[in-house]
């Protein structure tokens, strides 16, 4: 995926997403005025629930975020101790929570009872103290017995440069690490601007519950890749196939696809060499042709389903995928010359890579009668096994 793609996906449409019910909140703001009352009391029972739904799944981000947005909710509807008027103190809350957002999408989700904890706690009254420290600076040195700045900077160097060089560094997080709870972080600082800029276009108690509802869906959402994606390879997990196999039709083949003396090449080339050809692996049979789609079946084995094919139709198309990967030349970077320093990697031996192919197998199975779709998947698997025996790299209907 280009870094164009990803900064779509984690930040455009996050972004544009809540911009969209941000919108409509507005447009559609006779209808909830009358739940006012009510859904200002929401917060209070929805942070509380996120965080702790959060931590349940180690995301300790989120559910420091939370309990920060319900400290600052309760403070902002009084509930808390005023040592100064929250209006006075308006610009210093923005700029520490949007160095504090910028911190959770640098730092990552670590177990909630951990030294990082009390890291991150420190980190937090860093980031506050910092964002008093630069207003109060640049109050000083803009003050009108020493006006060494003008006012313009004065605004710039207050506010815009330090939320800039935030943002800047909350959307190149979300696009390196692809995750849906760093898009949270995008859709936090974007909330947190909105009620900053526009603090009297919607109440705050709509916006975090708005935010709220968001780190759920995240959370789902993050959860389901969890149970049906597999690690490694990206693929669609077993769990996923066998849940697939439920809405499958009458009329269907399966692919088993299982990788040559994959044993040997893990004890010559190392585990870590393994895993990352099984990922290349997985790549090229997701460009199978013939609507077939891919699931890793476990260890070196994946699975192609094709919905509504017969197996003299997927058989080409799976002849096809073997020859792409028995074609393909891996290219082993010399371990060596990663440690190495830059004075002496011009030597040939630390040049010199190695390249490997590696060949599958793949049985083949339709369904046909009254088969279960397990029965037709061990048919296939009995393809592959002759498939095996007949010498691998070949595909066996
Ligand atoms: N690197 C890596 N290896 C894995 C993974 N899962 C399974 N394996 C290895 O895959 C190998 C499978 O070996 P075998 O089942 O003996 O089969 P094979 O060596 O491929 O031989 P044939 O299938 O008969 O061609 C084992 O060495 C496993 O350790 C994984 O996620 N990563």
């Known amino acids: 995926m280009s870094a164009l793609t990803r900064s779509f996906r984690y930040i455009f449409v996050p972004v544009m997403m809540t911009f969209i019910c941000i919108a409509a909140t507005q447009l559609f703001a006779y ?27 180690n995301y300790a981000r989120l559910s420091f975020l ?15 101790p005023e040592l100064t008027s929250i209006e006075d103190l308006r610009d210093h809350i923005f700029l520490s929570g949007t160095l504090v957002i910028a911190f959770f999408s640098i730092n990552k989700d670590r177990a909630i009872l951990s030294t990082h904890t009390i890291k991150t706690f420190v980190s937090i009254a860093f980031c506050v103290v910092l964002g008093f420290a630069w207003l109060f600076l640049i109050t000083q040195l803009s003050a009108p017995t020493t006006p060494e700045l003008p006012p313009a900077f004065n605004l710039l160097a207050a506010i815009y440069v330090p939320v800039g060089v935030s943002s800047i560094v909350v959307c190149i997080y979300a696009t ?106 997985a790549s090229k049979l997701t460009k199978v042709k013939g609507s077939g789609k891919v699931y890793r079946y476990g260890g070196e084995e994946f699975t192609i389903v094709f919905p509504n094919r017969d197996v003299e139709f997927v058989l080409p198309y799976l002849n096809e995928l073997r020859c792409i990967i028995r074609d393909y030349d891996i290219v082993l970077r010399n371990e060596h010359r990663k440690t190495s320093n830059k004075s002496s990697r011009n030597t040939q031996e630390d040049n010199l890579s190695t390249t490997v192919n590696v060949t599958i197998s793949i049985g083949v199975a339709e369904h046909h009668g009254q088969l279960t779709f397990a029965q037709t998947l061990k048919l296939a698997d009995k393809a592959l096994y002759i498939a095996k025996k007949n010498g691998r790299n070949r595909v066996f209907a």
């Not at 309990?67 to 309760?74: A, D, K, M, N, Q």
Request: with cysteine; glycine share 2%; aromatic share 16%.
């Open 176 to 281: 390196w690490r692809k995750t849906a709870i760093d898009s949270m972080m995008v859709v936090t600082l974007f909330i947190w601007l909105f009620y900053y800029y526009y603090p009297s276009e919607l109440p705050l108690s709509i916006l975090l519950c708005m935010l709220a509802v968001t780190y759920l869906c995240a959370i789902l959402s993050e959860s389901y890749h969890l149970a049906y994606r597999d690690d490694l390879t990206g693929l669609s997990s077993r769990r996923a196939l066998n849940t697939m196999a439920l809405s499958l039709n009458s009329h269907y083949s399966v692919a088993m696809v299982d990788i040559d003396h994959f044993k040997s090449f893990n004890d010559t080339y190392g585990h870590d060499v393994g895993d990352q050809v099984l990922q290349l692996i």
């Open 66 to 80: 939370s309990v920060l947005l319900l400290i600052y909710y309760l403070y902002e509807q009084g509930l808390l």
């Open 31 to 57: 209808k909830w005025q009358l739940w006012l009352p009510t859904i200002n009391e929401l917060p209070y029972y929805l942070y509380p629930i996120v965080a702790v739904l959060a931590l349940q799944f």
